[in-house]
């Protein structure tokens, strides 16, 4: 998922996820708030505090492009931090990220790729052919629903452990 501003001035007194880690910042899958930007012709300066700890910190990107890079909004994470380890965070982040063109569409394509090359190099003329459609169908079909249910599962795991007393299926 896409994240721009159009002025870094949008970003102070907002939360948002470090996405990646950089020397002497803080560490990715954490919320940080953003308590003042400045723009010049160097840059962008961005003054943040870490939530958890209450550590200040400052850091300069060249472009706004880059900050956004470097972390992004994330509502959920932000209001339920406390509730999970970065490692879940992350893993939160990742998935989320996920899209049809992104994730899913290469592992289609290299499946149809062993597919067709199994079924004409094993069974080869019009039974390879007809194998290697119904297999292809059947794999493209199977890869998307794995993917939507994996996607599924990590959010019901993580609304399991803020909501207490309420039973996701």
Known sequence: MAFALYSIDEAVDCKYVVMKSLSGQAKAGTVIHVMDTNE???GIRVDYRVTKTGQNFVIKFP???EFC???RPDSFVARHYDSFTRKEIMNYLKVKDRSFTTFTLPIIIAALVVIWLISMLAIGGGAGVGVGIALSIVAAL???YITKTTKEKM???LYGKVNTGISFK
Do not use: D, R, Y
């Open 40 to 42: 010049n012709s160097e």
């Open 63 to 65: 472009t706004i492009k």
């Open 69 to 71: 890079k470097w972390c």
């Open 142 to 144: 199977g890869i998307m």
């Open 155 to 157: 959010l019901v795991k």
